[in-house]
């Protein structure tokens, strides 16, 4: 861990601080959809004590998985599956952005595709995110979709136009985002990641890991409490010899 990192006291404190920005719209309009929505699946069993969830079967995280800004020093990582249409990732988005910033330095955030069947633009939607990532833009263009997931999600018309003017509004190279739309291997790419959530037990969206065990959501600070826990954790080892 970065030798200047907060004690895990300082850290709590702070995350209340930055959690409570966030809770009540979260408390409200994550919770309902991810527990009550249709497409928006309950969270998935957690495994028993000591339990490996995947491990013979998929990893959390591979080699072309997206980090969203900097690898953390503390080796800790957050894997989420997500659907960029999906309304309870898009509720859960500012929680996530908070604990970036909470963490930044510490904890290596990780995103991965898992689009739902019963999204009409849950697949456009990562295949343009996974052809602007070709560009260097996959956190500009994950951020973007996320923002305007009022504007376009829930449509049964497909909404890759627009996502198009997205890529030129972030000044990507058109003539390449297009090619990379149509190229199969962007649409593989998507299916891989969902072929590894699957293998992981994801059952539906948001699904978050935490060093390769799911997490249970029963509320919204679940996620920071679980963080906060695995670097203690972390610390605690360091500690030990």
């Not at 709590?12 to 409570?20: A, E, H, K, Q, S």
Request: with cysteine; aromatic share 10%.
């Amino acid at each position: 861990m970065s030798q200047h990192a907060p004690k895990p006291a300082a850290r709590r404190r702070v995350l209340w601080i930055n959690l409570g920005l966030v809770g009540a719209f979260l408390l409200v309009v994550g919770l309902a959809f991810a527990f009550l929505r249709p497409g928006a699946a309950a969270p998935a069993a957690s495994p028993s004590a000591g339990e490996t969830p995947g491990a013979t079967a998929a990893p959390t995280v591979r080699d072309d998985s997206h980090v969203l800004g900097e690898p953390g020093a503390s080796g800790v990582t957050v894997v989420e599956f997500l659907d960029f249409e999906c309304e309870a990732c898009g509720a859960f988005y500012p929680l996530v952005e908070s604990l970036r910033e909470q963490y930044a330095g510490e904890v290596t955030f990780v995103a991965r595709y898992f689009p739902l069947d019963g999204h009409k633009n849950s697949k456009n939607a990562a295949v343009a995110v996974e052809a602007a990532a070709q560009q260097g833009a996959f956190e500009a263009m994950y951020a973007k979709l996320f923002e305007t997931q009022a504007e376009w999600g829930e449509q049964a018309e497909s909404k890759a136009p627009l996502f198009r003017e997205f890529a030129a509004e972030l000044g990507l190279d058109l003539a390449a985002y297009d090619a990379a739309v149509a190229d199969p291997a962007t649409l593989e790419r998507v299916q891989s990641d969902q072929a590894d959530g699957f293998a992981l037990g994801v059952q539906g969206t948001p699904t978050f890991f935490i060093d390769d065990r799911m997490v249970q959501l029963q509320s919204y600070d679940d996620l920071g409490i679980a963080i906060e826990a695995a670097l203690e954790q972390r610390d605690g080892d360091k500690g030990v010899g």
